[in-house]
């Protein structure tokens, strides 16, 4: 069974960092991409950062210089490391990863439990 683990989040001052994992627990072949998004209460989800394995990354323009993702096929996991943390980045972030459990076999979509991130002084 392949669940998600997110750890990361937590309070953190103005200008400061953070780096976000989200690791596969259950045996997979690969992570073939990675999506980060974040929700405030009342409002929608929105996305933050987005990448393939081997690929380019995206991100909107509120996180460009500031959000940087990864993934790391050798643990298993996907990161969203976020510097220079605004009070406006306060939300729950949640990974999105489709994983592949075997070599030529078809993805399968998973969502994190969300972590909360707060940005306050």
């Known amino acids: 069974q392949v669940q998600l683990v997110e750890s990361g989040g937590g309070l953190v001052q103005p200008g400061g960092s953070m780096r976000l994992s989200c690791a596969v627990s259950?045996?997979?072949?690969?992570?073939?991409?990675v999506s980060w998004h974040r929700q405030v209460p009342g409002y929608q989800r929105e996305l933050v950062a987005a990448m393939a394995s081997g690929g380019g990354s995206n991100y909107p323009d509120f996180a460009k210089g500031r959000f940087t993702i990864s993934i790391d096929n050798s643990a298993n996991a996907a990161y969203l490391q976020i510097n220079n943390l605004k009070p406006e980045d306060t939300a729950v972030y949640y990974c999105f990863l489709s994983v592949r459990k075997y070599p030529g076999r078809p993805t399968r979509d998973y969502w994190g439990q969300g972590t909360q991130v707060t940005v306050s002084s």
């Open positions: 259950g045996q997979i072949y690969n992570i073939a991409s």
